[in-house]
């Protein structure tokens, strides 16, 4: 079995890059593709328990896929909800960009 660690924390980043890179006004298409593409994600992911817990979430927190800041936003919650979980700290939201798009400013 894959090595659940290594692989949320490539996953995670492939999620989080698919944000940083969605457009700020998708069109109909790409936000049918985006939310094919999570349920899609959700059913093959290869950490059965993980699958399962991301498919509850999504069940009670429909994906956003109106805008780049919607779904960042949408992903962060569902990120900090595996967080809470593992009882790892709650990342602040309103700073996804600068983690995954922008960079850190100092
Ligand atoms: P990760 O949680 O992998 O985070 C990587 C980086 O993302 C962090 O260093 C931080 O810079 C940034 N980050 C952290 N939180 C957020 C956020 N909310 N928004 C944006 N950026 C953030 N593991 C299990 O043991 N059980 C599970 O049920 C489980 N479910 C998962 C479900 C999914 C869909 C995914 C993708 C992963 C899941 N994992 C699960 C793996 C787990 O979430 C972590 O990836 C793994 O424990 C490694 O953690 P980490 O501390 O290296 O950081």
Redesign the pocket.
């Known amino acids: 079995p894959p090595d659940?660690?290594a692989?949320?924390?490539s996953?995670?980043?492939l999620?989080?890059s698919i944000a940083a890179t969605y457009p700020e006004t998708p069109s109909r298409t790409q936000q049918s593709d985006l939310l094919s593409f999570v349920d899609l994600f959700?059913k093959l992911?290869p950490?059965w328990?993980?699958a399962d817990?991301?498919q509850s979430y999504i069940k009670r927190e429909a994906p956003s896929v109106s805008s780049r800041d919607d779904f960042g936003k949408w992903?962060?919650?569902?990120?900090?909800d595996?967080?809470v979980?593992?009882g790892?700290p709650?990342?602040d939201?309103s700073k996804?960009q600068e983690?995954?798009r922008t960079g850190w400013r100092d």
């Open positions: 659940v660690e692989l949320g924390r996953s995670w980043t999620l989080h959700s992911y950490c328990v993980c817990d991301f992903l962060c919650g569902a990120h900090n595996v967080n979980k593992l790892k709650i990342f939201c996804w983690r995954w």
